[in-house]
């Protein structure tokens, strides 16, 4: 195989080296493309986990505990300041 080189004017040869083809290429992000699809069952979870550092499911109950507290708040919020006190004395005119 001899290839243009960028130095000179002369050509210089590439041994070993065999520039894929369009086809081939092709073939090749199929075939990796299906082997994701299909064999993905490999996955280590807990491994993955510990890459993104999501913690243990005692620390999500802390979460679902402080969601509830927070819910409770804006429950007795609404029950004090109701629907029916958003009126401020104007009249839509709509029924």
Known sequence: ????????????????????????????????????????????LDRLRDELGVGDSSSDDDADDRNDELADRYADYADDYGAGDDDDGRTSGRR
Not at 10 to 16: A, I, L, R
């Open 1 to 44: 195989m001899w290839c243009v080189s960028d130095e000179g004017s002369g050509t210089t040869p590439h041994e070993g080296v065999e520039p894929m083809g369009r086809g081939r290429a092709k073939a090749k992000q199929v075939k990796v493309a299906r082997q994701l699809k299909y064999n993905s069952g490999g996955t280590d």
